[in-house]
């Protein structure tokens, strides 16, 4: 056999036994985000948190632990701890729409108003399909801009996308009465009544009956 083909065949065999080397490290990753997920699902976010750790340390750019550390550490720690995990997740995952969502939320919240604007913003780019950056960009028109127009669009986008979404009923239906559009907010918020939106029916009875 000529030389020439027995390099390119030993480079083959040598391919991939590292790539099932790599598919074997892969499965005991995902396996380690699992048992993290279980953890994360009944509170023992501590042990959730270590697991997730031990994944991004195999795989630092493994999204949904990227995801999930972030979570935890917005609902646990400290502003500052929970932006540096931010911060450090959306530099291995920029391109990931989902984390820049929970970032312009968690931006929002915190009253860094443009700051999150431009998360969500970002999200938008990256999928146009993302249902709570769409709502939360509403929130903004509506809440701090006073745009109900601009609202009522981004609103409009979240119900085609998910159309029992309560939360995006009630509040399109609150634009519309800021614009006197009242058939259309009637409907709207009977709609986030029946969805069980627990503010909809006091609105309902201070402007409808």
Do not use: W
Not at 12 to 17: D, E, G, M
């Amino acid at each position: 056999m000529p030389a020439f083909f027995t390099h390119i065949i030993c480079c083959y065999l040598s391919a991939h036994k590292t790539i099932s080397i790599k598919n074997h490290m892969g499965q005991k990753t995902d396996q380690i985000f699992e048992r993290g997920k279980l953890f994360m699902e009944k509170g023992n976010h501590e042990q959730a948190l270590r697991l997730f750790n031990q994944v991004l340390n195999r795989e630092p750019q493994y999204r949904k632990a990227l995801k999930n550390k972030v979570l935890i550490k917005i609902a646990e720690a400290s502003e500052e701890e929970a932006k540096a995990s931010i911060e450090n997740a959306l530099t291995n995952t920029p391109d990931d729409d989902e984390l820049q969502q929970i970032a312009g939320s968690f931006y929002i919240n915190n009253n860094e108003i443009e700051k999150g604007e431009r998360h969500l913003t970002k999200a938008i780019e990256l999928n146009p399909d993302n249902v709570l950056a769409l709502y939360g960009l509403g929130i903004i028109s509506a809440n701090l801009h006073s745009d109900h127009q601009t609202a009522i669009r981004y609103f409009s986008e979240a119900i085609n996308r998910d159309p029992n979404f309560a939360e995006a009923f009630f509040n399109r239906g609150c634009s519309y009465l800021m614009q006197d559009i009242y058939d259309s907010a009637h409907c709207d918020l009977l709609k986030a009544r029946n969805l069980g939106h627990p503010k909809a029916a006091d609105i309902l009875q201070s402007h409808f009956n």
